[in-house]
């Protein structure tokens, strides 16, 4: 029986038993940097500080479970708080556990339709200002607590206090900054915030510290159903919000997968990391959190601490929960200055600042998605910045690749045939492009077209080529179509008997081969 327990254990955490003190210190030091965290994303959504602490604990343990990367850590988020705070403030903090609820149960269906790989369709550029847009972001955020404490007039820290405040937050970056020159057995940002804590408590020095944000005292989460009414009412106004967490929940989760996939050499895994963030929102609702997704910047400092498998995260959220329960008096006495350190360098590594010298070097367009998809990450949220990008990224791929589409035309010795040569892609953005090569009028009475170097993808295009088949059918002149794709032979019916079959023809398959299954394009 012994021997199958350690199988299992084996098998979930792959672990050796010198890196098991690594990912233990490893999740201890994310733990830290959760606590200020999910207190001050409580505060945002307007609900009692464990509120957010439960939602990191439960939305951590369950994603390090089954999430689809190992190393990557979740919990409550800002983006989410933004959009929960006049949910709370209109209804109450019971519609918001019925929302995160319904959140996770549509995160659930979209990883089970794999909607999750749609995430490859975010190019590097947006990849970069979004990474860029969220070290400011992170970073921004840290001056919160350059501000006195109590005050609700937005007053900053001056003279020997904010000196202290800075002295030790430069204290704990120059510490993790030497760490790992030292030693490797020990993470370097609980290195930093073990000195700096240790430092301002001997000494007693008045500081800004955990506790002054809120006691995170408590006990374990207690089972809750949300105590809301049962009506289609209530579905109504719960409904926009859970669709608009669940995406900003998914696009967060996905784009952290993917980023620290490029830091541990590891693919895949959205469905699987879909399922799990949704699972684990359900459970948080029934259990009084605000509901969570992937944190990018405790994701950095899990795998710059040497995190690399489940077993780190797993940590991480028992030591939260551990904290919870009957730590808080220690974990109140920690310096926010030591935390605040921790943060800016985890600013300084996950900002790409290889970008900035590549800016002139990479097409202009590809340049202004990164600042365009940075600036609008700050000003607004990380999922709009992302849908913008994307789609000015599309557009401006459509757009390039409209002006592709050209010809070489060539008539017979004869004069009787002419034959367009075709290069480029056919779609509804080069439509113009593709009907002002041909001269129909000035055409002799045979006209082959041949699509060889070209490829036809989408509806639009099939329209376009019927049409022009119809013109010169209409002029009494013989119009035949020459390498296209079986596809193409299925889905195009006036044009259908100008097709000339060909051992060689392409063999791609349409963007638009739903409709041959549905039959959109109509009976052929």
Not at 353 to 373: H, N
Request: hydrophobic share 55%; charged share 10%; glycine share 8%.
């Amino acid at each position: 029986m012994k021997n199958q327990d350690n199988n299992l254990f084996s098998n979930i955490f792959p672990l050796s038993s010198s890196s098991i003190s690594i990912e233990l210190l490893a999740g201890l030091t994310v733990a830290l940097a959760l606590v200020p965290e999910a207190i001050a994303f409580a505060f945002v959504a307007g609900v009692n500080p464990l509120v957010g602490l439960y939602a990191a604990f439960i939305v951590g343990l369950i994603t390090a479970l089954i999430g689809g990367r190992p190393g990557m850590i979740s919990g409550a988020t800002g983006a989410l708080a933004v959009v929960m705070v006049s949910l709370v403030a209109l209804h109450g903090v019971e519609y918001l556990f019925a929302t995160v609820v319904l959140m996770g149960v549509m995160q659930i269906i979209f990883g089970f339709l794999r909607w999750g790989r749609f995430i490859r369709l975010v190019p590097h550029s947006v990849m970069l200002g979004f990474v860029n847009g969220l070290a400011i972001v992170i970073g921004l955020a840290q001056l919160e607590q350059f501000k006195i404490s109590g005050r609700h007039d937005s007053a900053w820290l001056s003279d020997m206090p904010l000196l202290i405040m800075l002295s030790l937050v430069i204290l704990t970056m120059v510490i993790i900054w030497l760490t790992p020159k030292l030693t490797k057995l020990i993470p370097a940002p609980l290195m930093g915030i073990s000195i700096v804590a240790a430092v301002v408590i001997f000494f007693g020095i008045d500081v800004p510290r955990v506790g002054d944000m809120a006691s995170i005292a408590g006990r374990f989460p207690d089972f809750h159903i949300p105590q809301v009414p049962i009506s289609s009412e209530t579905f109504l106004i719960i409904l926009p919000y859970a669709f608009i967490l669940a995406a900003i929940g998914l696009i967060e989760s996905l784009l952290t997968l993917n980023l620290v996939g490029e830091m541990v050499g590891k693919r895949g895994g959205a469905s699987q990391e879909s399922v799990a963030q949704g699972v684990a929102n359900v459970a948080t609702g029934f259990f009084g959190g605000m509901g969570g997704c992937a944190m990018i910047g405790q994701s950095m400092i899990n795998v710059n601490s040497g995190g690399r498998t489940r077993f780190a995260a797993v940590a991480s959220a028992l030591f939260l929960l551990l904290f919870i329960l009957v730590a808080s008096p220690i974990i109140e006495q920690i310096p926010l200055a030591a935390l605040v350190g921790v943060m800016f360098m985890v600013v300084i590594g996950t900002f790409a600042w290889r970008s900035i010298l590549i800016l002139r070097k990479v097409p202009k367009t590809d340049a202004f998605v990164t600042i365009l998809v940075t600036a609008v990450t700050v000003a607004t949220d990380l999922a709009t910045a992302v849908v913008v990008g994307v789609i000015f990224a599309s557009l401006t791929y459509a757009w390039n690749t409209a002006k592709h589409i050209k010809a070489k035309s060539t008539l017979s010795n004869d004069g009787k045939i002419k034959i367009y040569e075709l290069e480029g892609p056919l779609f509804f953005g080069s439509i113009e492009g593709f009907n002002e090569i041909f001269t129909s009028n000035e055409d002799p009475i045979n006209v082959i077209v041949d699509f060889a170097n070209s490829q036809v993808v989408d509806q639009s295009a099939l329209q376009a080529i019927e049409m022009l088949a119809t013109k010169y059918e209409a002029l009494g002149k013989t119009l035949q179509l020459r390498h296209l794709s079986r596809d193409c032979h299925a889905l195009l019916s006036k044009a259908g008997h100008l097709i000339v079959d060909s051992d060689d023809d392409p063999n791609y398959a349409l963007a638009a081969d739903y409709g041959i299954k549905t039959g959109i394009f109509g009976s052929h």
